[in-house]
Nanobody
Framework: QVHLVESGGGLVQPGESLTLSCVAS????????MSWYRQSPGKERELVGTITSTSGAVTYADSVLGRFAISRTNGENTVTLQMNNLKPEDTATYYC???????WGQGTQVTVSS
């Protein structure tokens, strides 16, 4: 059974950093592109970024470019979202997504507030 578990969310102040992790199981993680999405109340879920399975190349949404970084450790079935210089508008529930599996994690809440 495909399973994704996110962790690392919390409450931080503007300008601070936070690292989210997603641990995958039940599928061939090393050949599956992985994405992070986020959703704020009243807004549609938006793509934060995607990391490929082979080269590890990453694409980012313009809103996080230069502040967020996605990486993966295939040997540990883990994908990480490093978030720096957080802004109040980054407040959202963040979801891990396995692209070929069409599977979502349960989400982890990130709140940026002074």
């Amino acid at each position: 059974q495909v399973h994704l578990v996110e962790s690392g969310g919390g409450l931080v102040q503007p300008g601070e950093s936070l690292t989210l992790s997603c641990v995958a199981s039940g599928f061939a993680f090393n050949v599956n592109p992985m994405s992070w999405y986020r959703q704020s109340p009243g807004k549609e879920r938006e793509l934060v970024g995607t990391i490929t399975s082979t080269s590890g190349a990453v694409t980012y949404a313009d809103s996080v470019l230069g502040r967020f970084a996605i990486s993966r450790t295939n040997g540990e079935n883990t994908v990480t979202l490093q978030m720096n210089n957080l802004k109040p508008e980054d407040t959202a529930t963040y979801y891990c997504y396995a692209d070929f599996q069409n599977t979502w994690g349960q989400g982890t809440q990130v709140t940026v507030s002074s």
